[in-house]
Every structure is written in C-alpha cells, then in structure tokens.
T-cell receptor, first 117, second 115 residues
Framework: NAGVTQTPKFRVLKTGQSMTLLCAQD?????MYWYRQDPGMGLRLIHY???????AKGEVPDGYNVSRLKKQNFLLGLESAAPSQTSVYFC????????????????FGEGSWLTVV | AQKVTQAQTEISVVEKEDVTLDCVYE???????LFWYKQPPSGELVFLIR??????QNEISGRYSWNFQKSTSSFNFTITASQVVDSAVYFC????????????FGKGTKLSVKP
C-alpha cells in the first residue's frame, strides 16, 4: 500500500548544483503534481501532468523542469539550485474526476525537504 | 481566476473550546471540488474532506463539521470541543476539473490548542 512515494526525503545542495526529485505512484493515476510549501505561502503548484508524456506549468515553474516518461513517475529537476528554492516539496497524484466520486481523490507524498546553501 | 482565501493566519484556543476555520473561494466554474487538509507538526498532509459543488449538504464527522454555502462561496470547518491533538495547520483547497491540474490551496490556518 505504497501510494505516493517521494525520494529523497532530505537533501542539502550547494548553490548551482543540480538534482532530481522522484515521485512514484502505484495507483494508476492520470494526474500528477509537484508543489512547494514555504512558510506563510501555503502550497503552490510548480508543474503538473495530466498524463504520460505531458507536462504543464503551474503557478511557480521558474527554475524547475519536469518529465513524465512513465505514467507512474513524475520527476522534478533543479538544473542550477538557488537558495530561493529551499523549500518542502510535495508530490501528489489523482485520477480523473467522476461526479459520483466521494472521499479523497488527491493523494500526497510525505514531502521532500530541500535546503540550498 | 481561481482563488482560495483563508483569512485567519493563526488561531489559538484552549482545549474544549469550539473553533471555526474560514475558507472563501473564487471560481467561475460550475463544477468544482473543495477540500480540507490537516498538516500536523510531522509535516504530512492528511485528507479530511472533499465536497462537490453540487452537494451543499453540511457534513459532520465526529467532532468535525463543515458548512458549505455556495451563496457566499464559503466552506468553513468547525472543530467542536477542540483537543491538543487538533493543533496543526489546516488547508482549504479548490479543484476544477475543467482546469485540469489547477489545484489551488489557501495559505493555511495554524491552529494551536492549549491544554
């Protein structure tokens, strides 16, 4: 019963380094998302994907790239990390909504704490 | 544009008090979904409720209740007889299927329940 798994959970980067956050879901969901959470700002959408091979920009996409080569995986890349990207990153997935649905439809990973020094 | 406003940044109550967390949303879509999530100090996001736009029935789950009013675009959350374990940040969120990935969160309300 893995759900949504994010790796790594913690990482410290130096300014200018690159890294990739991996999100994996085992629920066969179509939609996947990457959010960042900063104090007092709530969760802000970075990029999202509505299906394998598709990606789209969210509210705060600058400095990040994403790929969805496989339906179950959604990768978030930082090409040249900056201190402003110090944040907690959450991945989420969901299925296509149906009006008769009830209950939870968006599943979150446990978060990845990234510090850029 | 879609927007979720949680005007209360922080609330502090004493145990056993009732507390209401406000959520006001904006959307032009007729079909949408509203969520509440709890984020305890451990950091994970815990799903509490989802409400569809065409279902205005209020809901009660134990000490938790939700009041959905389309006329005022509000989806407020009340905790009755609060407990220390209720201390967390609570997020309200809006999703519109027509907007696909555009899940919008409010900035959250930090609730502190003191013994």
């Amino acid at each position: 019963n893995a759900g949504v798994t994010q790796t790594p959970k913690f990482r410290v980067l130096k300014t200018g380094q690159s890294m990739t956050l991996l999100c994996a879901q085992d629920m066969n969901h179509e939609y996947m998302y990457w959010y960042r959470q900063d104090p007092g700002m709530g969760l802000r959408l970075i990029h999202y994907s509505v299906g394998e091979g598709t990606t789209a920009k969210g509210e705060v996409p600058d400095g990040y790239n994403v790929s969805r080569l496989k339906k179950q995986n959604f990768l978030l890349g930082l090409e040249s990390a900056a201190p402003s990207q110090t944040s907690v990153y959450f991945c989420a997935s969901s299925y296509l909504y149906r009006s008769a649905d009830s209950g939870n439809t968006i599943y979150f990973g446990e978060g990845s704490w990234l510090t850029v020094v | 544009a879609q927007k979720v406003t949680q005007a209360q940044t922080e609330i502090s109550v004493v145990e056993k008090e009732d507390v209401t967390l406000d959520c006001v949303y904006e959307t032009r879509d007729t079909t949408y979904y509203l969520f509440w999530y709890k984020q305890p100090p451990s950091g994970e996001l815990v799903f509490l409720i989802r409400r569809n736009s065409f279902d205005e029935q209020n809901e009660i789950s134990g000490r938790y209740s939700w009041n959905f009013q389309k006329s005022t675009s509000s989806f407020n959350f009340t905790i009755t007889a609060s407990q220390v374990v209720d201390s967390a940040v609570y997020f309200c969120a809006l999703f519109s299927p027509r907007s696909q990935g555009n899940l919008i969160f409010g900035k959250g309300t930090k609730l502190s329940v003191k013994p």
